[in-house]
């Protein structure tokens, strides 16, 4: 008896094995997993093709988000130095056209709460999203806050269409450097 318990667990790594190989040549029929002769057999000149398609991609890709930056920036810039506000030139730093929202509106409102100094509210949020254990709070925040911001700004410069800019921002994110842009020239 002692014999037969012995053999049947020396064969549970065997047993162990060849069920695994059952399921990974069901798994590579199931998804169609090239096997290692064709991928020594690959045709490099689509494979280049594919690499070419991904790198243009990107490369417009890039080039839209700069233009679009840029867009904004001037936008910013433009709303700053109409308002006489010294630091407009923060408009064109990656995270210094948070703080160029709050010089705009110097001392506001957002959901009924007095912000006397706007243009930390951003940039400190921005910093403690961050932070670990605070950082989803702060993340969350920092976007309720920067669409009070957002709207509080349409608000001020166009005021009948303040809530249609605030909900084309929100849905069509690549609008809002053009509302801004379109904005500053009132």
């Known amino acids: 008896m002692n014999t037969n318990i012995l053999n049947e667990t020396a064969t549970i790594p065997i047993k162990l094995n060849q069920m695994f190989n059952r399921f990974m040549n069901w798994l590579n029929d199931v998804l169609n997993v090239p096997s290692s002769e064709q991928i020594m057999n690959i045709d490099w000149s689509s494979l280049t093709s594919i690499i070419g398609t991904i790198s243009l991609i990107l490369i417009f890709t890039t080039l839209a988000i700069l233009v679009l930056y840029f867009i904004r920036s001037i936008g910013l810039y433009t709303l700053a130095r109409n308002n ?53 709070f702060a993340t969350f925040l920092f976007i309720i806050c920067k669409l009070g911001l957002l709207y509080r700004l349409y608000e001020m410069k166009t005021p009948k269409y303040a809530t249609l800019f605030l909900v084309l921002s929100i849905f069509i994110p690549l609008a809002e450097p053009f509302i801004i842009y379109g904005i500053s020239k009132k």
């Open 84 to 136: 006489n506000r010294s630091f407009a030139w923060l408009a064109f730093i990656p995270f210094g056209c948070f703080f160029i929202y709050g010089i705009i509106l110097k001392r506001t409102r957002i959901f009924g709460v007095d912000v006397d100094h706007p243009e930390y509210l951003l940039p400190a949020l921005l910093l403690s999203s961050f932070l670990p254990y605070v950082g989803p």
